[in-house]
């Protein structure tokens, strides 16, 4: 699916696309006022399976969506495979969990990588920007991500539970939450280093004491002054 404007969907999963199989490229679409009861308010993709045909998510606008989990986009299910989210903008999406991308239960070895996505001005009232949950052996990595301007109760910018995560060259400013502002993690793994991170050792993240942190290289604590 390449180039459409999609809008104006409603269903119980995947508002705007819903994948149950197979390995969409999904590429340079606008996704925009989609709503879905359930999950994936834009996007949907589960039980994806391929090894030589990974799922790609890239360069598309996904705005304005509403559901229950993953405003945005949800993933839930793939096996085998390592979906690419790329170059994406996932903005002003509202959702319960996950207002922007919502990410459940996944069984990859290789993990699940985004790269240059902005997630911005997304409200949810866990995980605003993104929340990933049971990612069991499949680390969660960002980098060169703006994760930017999103609100929750908990995890205003980035919310993981039972999640290895990695957060390299990315920047997470200007989110609020009263538990974790830019990031919360409970029983997680979690690792940053060369970020901008708003409050970084000064309750800017929220992390369980059953979760292993380290702070590797190159944080700042500075305004990127966007």
Excluded: H
């Amino acid at each position: 699916i390449e180039g459409f404007t999609i809008m104006g969907g409603y269903t119980d999963n995947g508002g705007g696309i819903c994948c149950l199989g197979g390995t969409p490229t999904i590429a340079t679409n606008v996704i925009v006022g989609n709503t879905a009861t359930n999950v994936g308010g834009g996007v949907f993709l589960e039980g994806i399976s391929s090894l030589d045909l990974p799922p790609m998510v890239t360069d598309n606008v996904i705005a304005g969506n509403l559901s229950g989990g993953g405003g945005g986009l949800c993933i839930m299910s793939p096996v085998s495979c390592e979906p690419i989210l790329a170059g994406n903008t996932i903005s002003g999406n509202l959702a319960a969990q996950g207002g922007g991308i919502l990410i459940l239960y996944l069984y990859l070895a290789t993990g699940l990588r985004l790269d240059n996505n902005t997630i911005t001005g997304n409200t949810a009232s866990q995980g605003g920007g993104l929340f990933a949950m049971d990612l069991w052996y499949s680390p969660l990595q960002f980098f060169n991500c703006t994760i930017v301007g999103n609100k929750a109760a908990i995890g205003g910018g980035v919310s993981i539970m039972g999640v290895q995560s990695v957060i390299a060259n990315s920047i997470l400013w200007d989110n609020r939450a009263d538990d974790g502002p830019a990031i919360f993690a409970q029983s997680a793994m979690l690792g940053i280093s060369y970020a901008a991170v708003e409050a970084l050792e000064s309750g800017g993240t929220s992390v369980s004491a059953d979760s292993l942190y380290t702070l590797g290289d190159g944080n700042i604590n500075a305004d990127p002054l966007f």
